[in-house]
T-cell receptor, first 112, second 114 residues
Framework: DAGVTQSPTHLIKTRGQQVTLRCSPISGHKSVSWYQQVLGQGPQFIFQYYEKEERGRGNFPDRFSARQFPNYSSELNVNALLLGDSALYLC???????????FGPGTRLTVL | DAKTTQPNSMESNEEEPVHLPCNHSTISGTDYIHWYRQLPSQGPEYVIHGLTSNVNNRMASLAIAEDRKSSTLILHRATLRDAAVYYCILRDGISNFGNEKLTFGTGTRLTIIP
């Protein structure tokens, strides 16, 4: 069975640009969460979606937004990129919000 | 969110047991203790979780202190593949909006010596 998949694997953007990251959950999983991991730190929670509704939001600015589609895949959008947005963006899926989370390999975003 | 404290790093010899400690003195009665690990260049993966009793699975064992203020993840026979950052996370057992996220600290970086 396929695990959580994320695209693209790597991305380079310049300050002020916008980026969209994509996540496909494990088949049958209806909850998707997004995390940001800066080098040397643990992942930090950004958003959680369940059944296309936002279930939780971390302490991130409004430049960060996300949505979940009817097939339970998800997109994370970041506007007006800053150098500090350079990080590994991880997507995790679970059957329901509280179940064990399965992480994808992440998208490495570099902002120049 | 209740906080956990872990050593920044640990080393262990291959094929020997490893005991990874975690302190959580402010744990509440409904908090479960979860462990995830992150292998190099990968996303985190679930290892084990428990509430009060010690727990075993194919990957590891979790020993929980009687007062629940500390716990220990035990890898019975470490291999090179177990080299990773190990995260101890408290998660409220009552599922509510906003508390279903995982709150990661900086974890313990485990190095396995061949």
């Amino acid at each position: 069975d396929a695990g959580v998949t994320q695209s693209p694997t790597h991305l380079i953007k310049t300050r002020g640009q916008q980026v969209t990251l994509r996540c496909s959950p494990i088949s049958g999983h209806k909850s998707v969460s997004w995390y940001q991991q800066v080098l040397g730190q643990g992942p930090q929670f950004i958003f959680q979606y369940y059944e296309k509704e936002e279930r939780g939001r971390g302490n991130f600015p409004d430049r960060f937004s996300a949505r979940q589609f009817p097939n339970y895949s998800s997109e994370l959008n970041v506007n007006a990129l800053l150098l500090g947005d350079s990080a590994l963006y991880l997507c995790a899926s679970s059957i329901r919000p509280y179940n064990e989370q399965f992480f994808g390999p992440g998208t490495r975003l570099t902002v120049l | 969110d209740a906080k956990t404290t872990q050593p920044n790093s640990m080393e262990s010899n291959e094929e020997e047991p490893v005991h990874l400690p975690c302190n959580h003195s402010t744990i509440s009665g409904t908090d479960y203790i979860h462990w995830y690990r992150q292998l190099p260049s990968q996303g985190p993966e679930y290892v084990i979780h428990g509430l009060t009793s010690n727990v075993n699975n194919r990957m590891a064992s979790l020993a929980i202190a009687e007062d629940r203020k500390s716990s220990t993840l035990i890898l019975h026979r470490a291999t090179l593949r177990d080299a990773a950052v190990y995260y101890c996370i408290l998660r409220d057992g009552i599922s509510n909006f906003g508390n279903e996220k995982l709150t990661f600290g900086t974890g313990t970086r485990l190095t396995i010596i061949p």
